[in-house]
């Protein structure tokens, strides 16, 4: 969308002063966590990045593993933000408005973003965000002063109510006009000559397999994606370069650390124009 929803817990400034668009108004609610959590749920932690900046806890399976968003699919899901403290300054349960967003479209937080891409529809889960990948300096205010001081970390239970896919509309049209080019793209790809990474074809997208150090986070990583040129790093050595061989459309190519085969790896997506 060219303008943030309404309601949601929109990107940090990018520098001064300027103040933050959030209509909420719960800064001083104090949070009932036997409310906000199934008193039966049992913890499953994980380091999304691998490098403590978003640690996510399943509450709640999804009611279908199948259907999980991608960047570009439109989400509709229900959160309440926390800070430290325990007080609430965003619920949309409250409200009875869920929030609806394009995932990977800068709209919100870069850790909401990387939270609710782990997830499937129907699945509830907490989300705990470094300041840096929530607010960050700047931190987030309305009329009333501050709503989330600077440098805090936050806090989001997030349940994702619905995932509406990029190409629904378009599928049987997609699929006539490219063929087994398109969706129907399926199957083993190879690996290259130095063993360093495999792909696959995946319809729409080619998946590229890159076994990491289990000390490899985030940060590490540098990246390239343009129409025709793609380029991966992994602490300054260059894992993946070169033409692909289709045009890629480009601002929807991602990367995401994971476990591959019971192997970390980085997963790079690149998406097929």
Same mark, same amino acid.
């Given at each position: 969308?060219?303008?943030?929803a309404?309601?949601?817990p929109?990107e940090?400034?990018?520098?001064?002063?300027?103040?933050?668009d959030?209509p909420?108004?719960?800064?001083?609610?104090?949070v009932?966590?036997?409310?906000?959590?199934?008193n039966?749920?049992?913890?499953?932690?994980?380091?999304?990045?691998?490098?403590? +900046?978003?640690?996510?806890?399943?509450?709640?399976?999804?009611s279908? @593993?199948?259907?999980? $968003?991608i960047?570009? *699919?439109?989400? %509709?899901?229900?959160?309440?933000?926390?800070?430290?403290?325990?007080?609430v300054?965003?619920?949309?349960r409250?409200?009875?408005?869920?929030?609806?967003f394009?995932?990977?479209?800068e709209?919100?937080l870069?850790?909401?973003d990387?939270?609710?891409?782990?997830?499937c529809?129907?699945?509830?889960?907490?989300f705990?965000l470094?300041?840096?990948?929530a607010?960050g +300096?700047?931190?987030?205010?309305?009329?009333?002063g501050?709503m989330? @001081?600077?440098d805090? $970390?936050?806090t989001? *239970?997030?349940? %994702?109510?619905e995932?509406?896919?990029?190409?629904a509309e378009?599928?049987g049209?997609?699929?006539?006009?490219?063929?087994g080019?398109g969706?129907?793209?399926?199957?083993?790809?190879g690996?290259?000559?130095?063993?360093v990474?495999t792909?696959e074809?995946?319809g729409?997208?080619v998946?590229?397999?890159v076994p990491v150090e289990d000390?490899?986070?985030s940060?590490?990583?540098?990246?390239?994606?343009?129409?025709?040129k793609v380029?991966?790093a992994?602490k300054?050595?260059?894992?993946l370069?070169?033409i692909?061989?289709?045009?890629?459309?480009?601002?929807?190519?991602?990367w995401e650390?994971?476990?591959?085969?019971?192997q970390r790896?980085?997963?790079?997506?690149?998406?097929?124009k």
């Open positions: 969308p060219e303008e943030k309404s309601g949601g929109e940090k400034a990018s520098g001064g002063t300027e103040e933050t959030l909420i108004n719960y800064l001083n609610e104090e009932d966590l036997n409310e906000v959590l199934p039966d749920y049992l913890p499953d932690q994980s380091d999304i990045l691998g490098d403590g +900046s978003v640690i996510k806890t399943v509450v709640q399976e999804g279908d @593993p199948t259907l999980f $968003p960047f570009g *699919d439109t989400c %509709l899901a229900h959160f309440v933000g926390t800070l430290p403290d325990g007080s300054f965003n619920n949309t409250k409200r009875d408005q869920p929030f609806k394009m995932l990977g479209s709209d919100v870069e850790g909401f990387e939270g609710v891409a782990t997830m529809k129907g699945e509830r889960a907490v705990q470094d300041s840096e990948m607010y +300096s700047f931190g987030a205010r309305d009329e009333k501050w989330v @001081p600077p805090t $970390p936050v989001f *239970d997030i349940e %994702l109510l995932v509406i896919k990029e190409n378009d599928d049209e997609e699929e006539e006009v490219l063929g080019y969706m129907q793209d399926i199957g083993p790809g690996e290259d000559g130095d063993g990474y792909w074809r995946k729409m997208e998946l590229v397999t000390s490899v986070g940060k590490d990583i540098d990246y390239t994606f343009l129409e025709k380029r991966v992994v300054g050595s260059v894992v370069e070169g692909p061989g289709c045009d890629l459309n480009f601002e929807e190519c991602f650390i994971d476990d591959a085969n019971g790896a980085l997963l790079v997506h690149l998406r097929k």
